[in-house]
């Protein structure tokens, strides 16, 4: 399942998705009925898109108004994406970024992925595979991809990166091999908590002759919070 976000900022605890994308298309590499939502999703009454996510995303509050629906209702359409499956693999770029909004909405209410599931973060592997930037459009970019873009709506985003994992297949067969594992920027550290089930290593760029799973099997790398010296969070969403 592919999955992107927009949301009202970068805070997991002070901001809201306003958009939320998912295509289910395999799981595990084997086709299924394809299934996909792209809602957007009211605020709180009174809150209001900050402008310069209205300049990012060009969703506004009045379109909220007219076509959002309550973030319950998402949740609910959310989880009913994963029956009838047992497991399934959740692909995002910057996951650790889309997921953790993701897994706050659905504590909001009480609920979980119904399913047992794996994360394949794109966003690490293109950070093994080419020199920065390492954003979705430097994705689409790098893989000369046509007739898709980056527009910074959840939607269009996430078809995007259905077609960058086709892509990053075929250059490399080595996808599985980056399933529950997240590169971490050696100052920045990790953004949010970190997600059950995943092994989060310091991902420094620039390493062309070795992947970060080849770090990780060797047991090097491992994020320690307190051996990493932390900054200032990214303030942008890369």
């Known amino acids: 399942m592919f999955i992107d976000v927009e949301t009202t900022g970068l805070s ?15 799981e595990y590499g084997v086709e299924s009925d394809e299934k996909e939502i792209d809602l957007l999703i009211k605020l709180p009454a009174g809150e209001r898109i900050p402008e310069e996510i209205v300049e990012l995303t060009h969703i506004t509050d009045e379109m909220l108004t007219a076509e959002g629906i309550e973030e319950n209702a998402a949740v609910d359409a959310f989880l009913d994406l994963f029956y009838p499956a047992e497991k399934t693999l959740i692909i995002a770029h910057n996951a650790q970024f889309d997921l953790s909004f993701v897994l706050k909405m659905l504590e909001k209410y009480g609920k979980e992925i119904p399913v047992s599931f794996d994360i394949l973060d794109t966003f690490t592997i293109l950070k093994d595979r080419k020199a920065y930037p390492h954003s979705l459009k430097d994705a689409i970019d790098y893989y000369q991809i046509e007739g898709v873009e980056n527009s910074h709506r959840a939607v269009d985003d996430v078809k995007a990166l259905c077609e960058v994992v086709k892509h990053m297949k075929d250059e490399r067969d080595d ?3 980056y399933i529950n594992l997240i590169g971490v920027h050696r100052v920045h550290g990790l953004q949010g908590e970190k997600i059950e089930g995943i092994v989060y290593c310091i991902q420094l760029l620039g390493s062309k002759n ?6 990780f099997k060797e047991g090097k790398r491992i994020y320690e919070p307190e051996k990493v010296k932390e900054t200032r969070p990214l303030i942008f969403k890369e």
């Open 210 to 215: 070795k992947r970060l799973p080849d770090f």
């Open 175 to 177: 996808l599985e091999d």
């Open 12 to 26: 997991v605890e002070k901001n809201q998705i306003i958009e939320l994308a998912a295509v289910r298309c395999y």
